[in-house]
T-cell receptor
Framework: SQELEQSPQSLIVQEGKNLTINCTSS?????LYWYKQKYGEGLIFLMM?????EEKSHEKITAKLDEKKQQSSLHITASQPSHAGIYLC????????????FGKGTLLTVNP | DARVTQTPRHKVTEMGQEVTMRCQPI?????VFWYRQTMMQGLELLAY??????LDDSGMPKDRFSAEMPDATLATLKIQPSEPRDSAVYFC????WGPGYGYTFGSGTRLTVV
């Protein structure tokens, strides 16, 4: 089965700083999803990447999928307290199987 | 905005009791996932359905868990009998089957088994 490794597990940054979260897969990624979760709430869809080299942005958040399609990075520019939460990467397997599994998540704290 | 609705939001039950969690997917979505989230294990996939047919429930303890979609507007997850180790937040998500689509999550059911 596909395994997703996220790094770092947790991150504390000062407001205004940039940061990057990584997601590495044990297999080729066919669909890579980024979600954000606030404590006690459901997951909010941020963006999805499919093609090697693809890059997407949502407000100050940018995600990329590398050419080999086994790693993705999420970059936040000029972080704000509203960016705090748990960021999870999810992936679907290849072929016609769109089973969506997730990494363990990265806990982001942004200090004002 | 269309939402995935999960009920109840919170449930406290005694060990050995039956627990039923419900999910109303977004109208028109043909895929439903059930997940369980704990601090230790993270978000685990329990089961998923496409067009109401179960595709994979290998993530569920078969002896006590069951998942069904009696109709397109309702998905259920049952635990019988419940155990303290089942305490977790259970999420339902719905979407369209296939590449290029994001899945929408419900707010979850927080289950505590005492």
């Amino acid at each position: 089965s596909q395994e997703l490794e996220q790094s770092p597990q947790s991150l504390i940054v000062q407001e205004g700083k940039n940061l990057t979260i990584n997601c590495t897969s044990s297999k080729t990624l066919y669909g890579l999803y980024w979600y954000k979760q606030k404590y006690g709430e459901g997951l909010i869809f941020l963006m999805m990447l499919q093609k090697g080299g693809e890059e997407k942005s949502h407000e100050k958040i940018t995600a990329k999928l590398d050419e080999k399609k086994q790693q993705s990075s999420l970059h936040i520019t000029a972080s704000q307290p509203s960016h705090a939460g748990i960021y999870l990467c999810g992936a679907t397997s290849g072929g016609s199987n769109y089973k969506l599994t997730f990494g363990k998540g990265t806990l982001l704290t942004v200090n004002p | 905005d269309a939402r995935v609705t999960q009920t109840p939001r919170h449930k406290v039950t005694e060990m050995g009791q039956e627990v039923t969690m419900r999910c109303q997917p977004i109208l028109g979505h043909n895929t439903v996932f059930w997940y369980r989230q704990t601090m230790m294990q993270g978000l685990e996939l329990l089961a998923y359905f496409r067009n109401r047919a179960p595709l994979d429930d290998s993530g569920m303890p078969k002896d006590r868990f069951s998942a069904e979609m009696p109709d397109a507007t309702l998905a259920t997850l049952k635990i019988q009998p419940s155990e303290p180790r089942d305490s977790a937040v259970y999420f339902c998500a719905s979407g369209f089957w296939g590449p290029g689509y994001g899945y929408t999550f419900g707010s979850g059911t927080r289950l505590t088994v005492v």
